[in-house]
């Protein structure tokens, strides 16, 4: 049996409209919610294909609807919902020291660009995004739970702008 026998490929994809608040300091939870405690983790359901399954997260995507905005963001991968800070443009936390044995490794995205269109950026192998990412997913779940980080501020964004983030995982 070679490598890739076995293996599936799966595209998960996730939308939310983050509150945008007011301007977003670097280190700052890009979230739908600024109140406290309203805020909810990125939820990627369906990354495997059986409950505690395994696999690769081999690219991934972030694409804004608001166009010129150019930050730097970070996924934080976990498999059960985190319980460091989820709300919308608060000072990040994420991995607490309680959420280690649940943590898997973070996505760097390059700067985000746009040429005319939507801001994106795109991590994979080839850049230093920290891909391929080995995920394992808890007993009884299909599911990993992220945070989206902004390493840099940003200033242009609008309440209600939709963020999507798409992995591409190799489920085994």
Known sequence: MTILEGM??????????VAAAGNYAAEDVLSENAGAGQGTAWTFSGVVDVEGGTGYITKAHVICETTALTPRLTLFLFSATPTGELDDNAANNNPIHADLANYLGKIDFPAMEDLGGDSEA??????????????????????????????DAITGESAGDDYTIVLTAERY
Do not use: D, E, H, Q
């Open 8 to 17: 599936r490929l799966g595209v998960i994809s996730v939308t939310k409209a």
């Open 122 to 151: 795109i991590a994979s192998p080839s850049t230093v995004g920290n891909l391929p990412l080995a995920i394992k997913c808890a007993a009884g779940s299909k599911a990993l739970y992220g945070v989206l980080v902004t390493r």
